[in-house]
């Protein structure tokens, strides 16, 4: 059965950093896009980052560019997500997500459908 699972949340002070890890497992994820998507208390699901099969080409929200830097190991089956200078409205649960389909979807509302696997996700707390 298809798996993801995140690691690497936690609680730091604003301008800190924090590395976050997903494994795949249970499907060939190298034929999968990669996808971090977050949602912070109160508020719905919004896309961060998207990684594509060869790991070369990325999208970024407009929130995190330059700051957050998503990055895949293929032989480890394993996604990454460099956060770089945290801001505590970074605060949030962030999941990782495949699908085939690789794009941006943009600043809007994310669906659990629109994405098909998902990791049962970390907490990321900044502090300020």
């Known amino acids: 059965q298809a798996q993801l699972v995140e690691s690497g949340g936690g609680s730091v002070q604003a301008g800190g950093s924090l590395r976050l890890s997903c494994v795949a497992s249970?499907?060939?994820?190298?034929?999968?896009?990669m996808n971090w998507i977050r949602q912070a208390p109160g508020k719905e699901r919004e896309f961060v980052a998207a990684?594509?099969?060869?790991?070369?080409?990325?999208f970024y929200a407009a929130s995190v560019k330059g700051r957050f830097t998503a990055s895949r190991d293929v032989a480890k089956n394993t996604v990454y997500l460099q956060m770089n200078s945290l801001k505590s409205e970074d605060t949030a649960v962030y999941y990782c997500?495949?699908?085939?389909?690789?794009?941006?979807?943009?600043?809007?509302?994310?669906?659990?459908?629109?994405?098909?696997?998902w990791g049962q996700g970390t907490q990321v707390t900044v502090s300020s």
């Open positions: 997500a495949a699908d085939r389909l690789f794009r941006d979807p943009g600043p809007r509302s994310i669906g659990h459908q629109e994405y098909q696997y």
């Open positions: 249970g499907r060939t994820f190298g034929l999968y896009a």
């Open positions: 990684i594509d099969r060869s790991g070369l080409i990325t």
